[in-house]
């Protein structure tokens, strides 16, 4: 009788753990955003908007963090020239208000006006949540800035992205006053490098 007991719920310990294992749920399909990452499956056609994620293209990223885009290695960032221009966010959100638009539009017109520069949005947090939750927190909040640049007529390719989630704080405070600096997208300038002569 005991070892009937034992087999019967070792067969169901065995089924549970089956049918847990295979109830993962994919994404589905993903509409294409040229040069970001994605966990979708696409369909074959080599036409199709949709990207595996190992065709995904790879960035490279001097500055660290986690990195999104066509990449633009051995360019020369400039953090200072759109400083003033960071956007923050509120809490847990990766959505731009309509208050920080004008900082979104003055960088579209920098890049307009300057042809043959590039830009890095570098996407933060504050030190709430856990690291793995922040980056992707990070990541969507320099997505949606470089998705309104692109709305704003700037060529996706020339757009990088990058997640800090919360390792680089601007205020180590452990308040409201800091996390507000803290949730940030900040815009690096990225100019071509010199000629090889």
Not at 15 to 40: E, F, Q, W
Not at 49 to 60: G, Q, R
Not at 136 to 159: H, Q, Y
Request: a neutral charge.
């Amino acid at each position: 009788m005991k070892v009937t007991k034992f087999i019967n719920l070792m067969v169901l310990g065995l089924v549970l753990t089956i049918a847990a294992s295979g109830c993962r749920k994919h994404p589905g399909y993903m509409t294409r955003i040229p040069g970001s990452r994605t966990d979708s499956n696409p369909t074959d056609n080599p036409n199709s908007p949709l990207i595996k994620a190992d065709e995904t293209p790879k960035a490279n990223d001097s500055g660290g963090g986690i990195p999104q885009g066509p990449g633009h290695d051995g360019w020369i960032p400039n953090p200072d020239i759109l400083q003033a221009n960071t956007v923050h966010f509120d809490f847990d959100s990766s959505v731009v208000k309509s208050s920080e638009k004008g900082n979104v539009n003055a960088v579209a017109d920098y890049l307009k006006a300057n042809g043959a520069n590039a830009l890095k949005i570098d996407g933060h947090c504050d030190e709430r949540g856990t690291e793995e939750y922040n980056r992707s927190l990070g990541e969507r909040r320099a997505l949606a800035l470089r998705e309104n640049l692109v709305a704003l007529g700037i060529d996706p390719n020339r757009v990088d992205t990058a997640t800090f989630g919360k390792d680089r704080p601007v205020d180590p405070g452990h308040d409201e006053s800091a996390w507000k600096k803290n949730r940030r997208g900040e815009f690096i300038v990225l100019t071509p490098p010199p000629k090889a002569q």
